[in-house]
């Protein structure tokens, strides 16, 4: 027998929580430090979370680890032993587990054949007798009750995230890696998966990392905590010996943030401009339905619609794009029919901003100067009031696009530059640049801020207040209720394909309306 | 009972019985060739060359049955050199940038142009046809003992589609074809090679259309000749997306083009002299209808394979 301190593999216990230990992880893309030398520990049974900005490295700290990246530099231990981690399998191997901002369930097999497929060792043939009989048996030692009969596809965004840490504790991870896990959750069902996981930490059956930016998610379940920024590990501690003030201060360093500007003036009550009057429609998966029994946005006023992923707010948007057709009801813009035309988008003033923008409001390979054009580019001269042309007016639009990305401050390598090569902010502001230039009657935005750093946000965020200032009726679709609270002045709640509660922002009360997004009202 | 009304109820009857008949005698090609597109496609790939494939696949079964006397041992060629068609496909397919569509339409012409030049010295010597089993013993009537003339072929595809259906919740490369299907990202992430995953499907895909084929020159029609297909491997793509993936639609729908491609003949038979050639349309009208009537512009297919819609 070697002489040796770490036990052998034989002697290790195959349940139970296990450590790890990342030293000196380094992350190079070209000249880009993703990561620089982050050495942290994560104890057996510890609750770690992990915080920081977008880009600051969260990710690509827990893809090294998962084997996802190999990082230039820097080792990971796992149990106090050098682990060799090359891929997700070889890390699924030694314990360690992820659970994805993205679901990685297959949608059209049930939850049962996700997870028995997902095992390493599924069987040729299986015999579904006795995986029930196995499941059963798992499931009741299991923190949530899921039905694992039905096709992933059906299930609701909350369903799938406890399938995903279902499915990792069922290949008996002991180390889980959670990345921002209650972004699709309500605020109940958030409480619910992590103090159940928190328990099982507690019972030292399992160790939890999780990336959050939820400060009060992290002072209540996590037991301590790291901060990244900019690649960098600035700080960390026991939970409860940092304060929140601290924790913000670790995560932004030293800039100054500005606010959104202020809204000016009141909504104009006698000026509906856009009104949803007893909608219905049906999405292309035929699954989910929403009835919109009225929805009206007033000239100069902004109109939040909060709701967790997945409640009718992507259909409600699909619908006033013209890309879903509603089953019934109508959608009147400025009093008269609209259904999204080209035409009628141009004659009202309508202005669309679907979410992630790359994909729905840009052709990527297209440059900047062309995705900045399309608003006008079969117009003369780029005048959306001039009648049409045939050809196209590269001058007019080289010149437009010059004026608008140093107006909107988009950071691109040239106005040829494809615009997929830009980053996620720099391709909202464009898209703003595009949309919001010429006067606007009614504004709709979904989800505008998503995934976008500090200083893009409040930018983002300024322009759209400043449209409403201007007089736009703007309709805000967000699943970030701090972005609804922050720039709404009438905010409404959409569960499950209604809108069930309405208050006005400035009387709103996050716990009521928590509720609402909950479905318990 | 007068003469007239007697002869006009067996036209009916035997117009029946011909197209019940045809069902099973014509359907056989299209079963295989969409059973194995069904692999296929739940593999997320879409092989369009299936046709060629089918059609190469009837003219190395008739050579080799010629040669060799055994049309045991022209299906078995068919179905190797079918998988060899597949492959190439899987294995062209696997380069990055390459587009499984204009992949499946230069070999649907390769596979055909292949066959016709390598099979014009077999198009004159007749093969040994398949063995068929005679369900309609019982019956004195020559009509119903055509009709339930069944070939083996038929009856392995018929026990095929149920196979299949069960092998794809019940197997483990049954739940990976479909992982790979759905979500590449999915099937990588469990460490699954979808290329070769996709690959395998592919090759399966052949094996079954180049069996298919084989049916078509050494049973029925029985003969090599360059229009033996007429597109039959083509429709059965479309029948595929008809039948949502589902190996027990795919028999079902095969049956039914079967008899609607029978529909032609059988009205010629019973001497209806005027039109008949409309209803040799029939499985091209019927493609087309049933298409449009099972799709929805507001709707995605339900049970379609989610990397095929990229």
Redesign the interface.
């Known amino acids: 027998m070697t002489a040796s301190t770490s036990p052998d593999p034989q002697t290790r216990p195959v349940s139970g929580a296990i450590g790890v230990e990342t030293i000196g992880m380094t992350k190079r893309f070209g000249a880009f430090a993703a990561l620089e030398d982050v050495s942290m520990k994560i104890e057996a049974g510890g609750f770690h979370a992990l915080l920081g900005e977008n880009g600051a490295g969260k990710s690509t700290l827990v893809k090294c680890v998962m084997g996802f990246y190999a990082p230039t530099a820097g080792t990971v231990l796992v149990d106090g032993r050098e682990a060799e981690i090359t891929?997700?399998?070889g890390a699924q191997a030694r314990g360690l587990g992820m659970v994805y901002q993205h679901f990685?369930?297959?949608?059209?097999?049930t939850g049962a054949?996700n997870l028995?497929?997902?095992r390493?060792d599924?069987?040729?043939?299986?015999d579904?007798a006795a995986e029930r009989a196995d499941f059963a048996a798992f499931m009741g030692r299991m923190p949530f009750r899921l039905n694992l009969d039905r096709p992933v596809a059906e299930l609701a965004a909350g369903e799938k995230q406890k399938l995903e840490i279902v499915k990792q504790l069922y290949l008996k991870a002991r180390f889980l890696i959670l990345d921002e896990p209650t972004s699709v959750l309500t605020p109940a069902e958030a409480e619910e998966v992590l103090g159940l996981l928190r328990a099982m930490t507690d019972r030292g059956e399992l160790s939890v990392l999780m990336i959050s930016h939820k400060f009060r998610e992290v002072e209540a379940f996590a037991r301590s905590l790291s901060v990244l920024r900019r690649g960098r590990l600035v700080g960390g501690g026991d939970v409860g010996a940092i304060s929140r003030d601290e924790m913000a201060a670790l995560m932004m360093g030293e800039r100054a943030v500005r606010q959104p500007i202020a809204r000016l003036g009141a909504a104009d009550p006698d000026r509906v401009i856009l009104q949803v009057a007893g909608v219905t429609a049906?999405d292309?998966?035929?699954l989910r339905h929403i009835a919109v029994e009225d929805l009206r946005v007033r000239a100069r006023e902004i109109v939040g619609i909060a709701g967790v992923s997945g409640n009718g707010q992507k259909e409600l948007a699909d619908v006033l794009g013209g890309q879903?057709?509603a089953?019934g009801g109508q959608v009147r813009v400025g009093g008269e029919p609209y259904a999204g035309t080209r035409a009628e988008s141009r004659a009202h003033r309508v202005r669309f901003i679907p979410e992630e923008p790359l994909r729905n409001a840009c052709a990527p390979r297209m440059s900047v100067a062309e995705n900045l054009a399309f608003r006008a580019f079969d117009r003369r001269g780029e005048d959306p009031d001039k009648p049409p042309t045939l050809w196209l007016d590269r001058r007019a639009m080289g010149r437009r696009a010059k004026d608008l990305i140093a107006r909107f401050k988009v950071k691109t390598a040239s106005s040829e530059a494809a615009i997929a090569t830009l980053s996620g902010g720099n391709v909202q502001r464009a898209v703003l640049a595009r949309e919001l230039t010429d006067p606007v009657d009614l504004l709709v935005v979904v989800n505008p801020c998503f995934g976008l750093d500090f200083a893009a946000v409040s930018e983002i965020r300024s322009r759209i207040v400043s449209a409403r200032n201007a007089g736009a009726a703007v309709l805000l679709i967000s699943e970030d209720l701090d972005e609804i609270l922050e720039l709404s002045d009438r905010v409404l709640v959409m569960s499950e394909g209604r809108l069930v509660y309405e208050t006005p922002a400035a009387q709103a009360d996050v716990g009521v309306i928590g509720r609402h997004m909950a479905g318990h009202h | 009972m007068s003469g007239a009304e007697t002869g006009g109820d067996l036209g009916l009857w035997t117009v029946l019985l011909a197209v019940i008949g045809g069902a099973i005698r014509v359907s056989t090609p299209f079963l295989f060739v969409s059973l194995g597109e069904t692999i296929t496609e739940r593999s997320g790939r879409i092989n369009l060359g299936l046709e060629g494939t089918l059609v190469f696949g009837a003219m190395s079964a008739y050579a080799t049955a010629v040669v060799t006397g055994s049309p045991w041992a022209g299906v078995l060629v068919a179905g190797l050199a079918g998988g060899v068609f597949g492959l190439l496909h899987g294995t062209i397919c696997r380069f990055p940038g390459v587009n499984d569509v204009a992949v499946g339409i230069a070999l649907m012409l390769f596979g055909s142009g292949l066959a016709f030049f390598l099979g014009k010295p077999f198009i004159q010597p007749s093969a040994p046809p398949l063995p068929a089993i005679p369900f309609g013993f019982w019956s004195d009537l020559p009509q119903v003992q055509a009709a339930l003339r069944v070939n083996v072929l038929f009856l392995a595809g018929a026990a095929l589609a149920p196979f299949l259906w069960w092998a794809f919740?019940?197997?483990?490369?049954g739940?990976?074809v479909?992982?790979a299907g759905?979500?590449a990202?999915?099937?990588r992430?469990?460490?699954y090679d979808v290329d070769r995953v996709r690959l395998y499907a592919t090759g399966l895909g052949g094996v079954l259309a180049g069996v298919g084929g084989a049916y078509l020159s050494l049973y029925y029609p029985g003969s090599w000749n360059e229009g033996i297909s007429s597109g039959q491997g083509l429709m059965a793509v479309a029948l595929v997306i008809f039948a949502r993936w589902n190996p027990l639609a795919c028999f079902g729908a095969a049956l039914l083009f079967g008899g609607a491609g029978a529909l032609g003949p059988a009205l010629q038979s019973v001497g209806v002299t005027q039109g008949y050639y409309l209803f040799y349309a029939a499985p091209y009208v019927l493609t087309l209808i049933l298409l449009v009537a099972t799709s929805s512009?507001?709707?995605?297919l339900?049970?379609a394979?989610?990397e095929l819609a990229k």
């Not at chain 1, 990685?104 to 097999?109: I, Q």
Request: aromatic share 2%; proline share 10%.
């Open positions: 891929n997700p399998k990685t369930l297959v949608p059209s097999l054949e028995v497929i997902a390493a599924a069987p040729a043939v299986i579904w049906t292309v998966s035929g879903i057709r089953t | 919740r019940n197997t483990k490369a739940l990976v479909r992982v759905d979500s990202d999915a099937a992430a469990m460490g512009p507001d709707r995605a339900a049970g394979p989610g």
